[in-house]
């Protein structure tokens, strides 16, 4: 797998990141999820770098130019809830992407330090030959990500696949870079080195899910 890891760059990028970890910024929902989306944004630009580009003539006012522009059928695929603002910010730049949601969460059976991923409700388009994108915003032991990528199968083949994530667990980026062909990028804001007893990365910045939409009662 390819790794991007676009913070080994100083950028603007630094400061979205360090607002959407500081406890006190990020307590303003609605400026979390901005920053969410505004990231979203850059690895979004940062993607569309490996893209496939075909020449078009383009007709002006006063005459006409060539210019390069993207031609990848890409369909957007994002884990609800926490995904929908990193979702938008990759919208913002691909607004002619089709677009998929899926559900997965975390269910402990009996020991609160373990856990199985849970994939309930999906909406996909068919994914034949397309450019899947699938977003996460946090990426702690990988299995979520897993889980969607094989319950995306039945709606066809990809022809390429790109990862996006705002935050990961070292082990995390192991795991999928384990299990996701050669072939396949992860773009990721953020690399951080272990995760805790729970499965939460460290120091990540907690849940994004609560911080974006508010807390949720536990089942």
Known sequence: MHIHNISQQNSILNTFISEIRDKKIQKDNMRFRRNIERIGEILGYEMSKVLNFNTENIETPLGNCSINLPKNDIVLCSILRAGVPLHNGLLNYFDTAENAFISAYRHHKHDPE???????????????????????????????????????????????????????????????????????????????????????????????GDLAFGEKLQQ
């Open 114 to 208: 373990s856990f199985e991923i849970i994939v309930e409700y999906l909406a996909c388009p068919d994914l034949e030959n397309k450019t899947l994108v699938l977003a996460d915003p946090m990426l702690a032991t990988g299995q979520s990500m897993v889980a969607t990528f094989e319950a995306l199968k039945p709606f066809g083949t990809p022809k390429e696949v790109h990862l996006i994530s705002v935050i990961g667990a070292q082990e995390g980026v192991n795991f999928v870079d384990k299990h996701f062909d050669d072939n396949v990028h992860l773009w990721i804001a953020a690399v951080d080195k272990t995760l805790n007893d729970k499965g939460y990365i460290i120091p990540g910045l907690g849940d994004a």
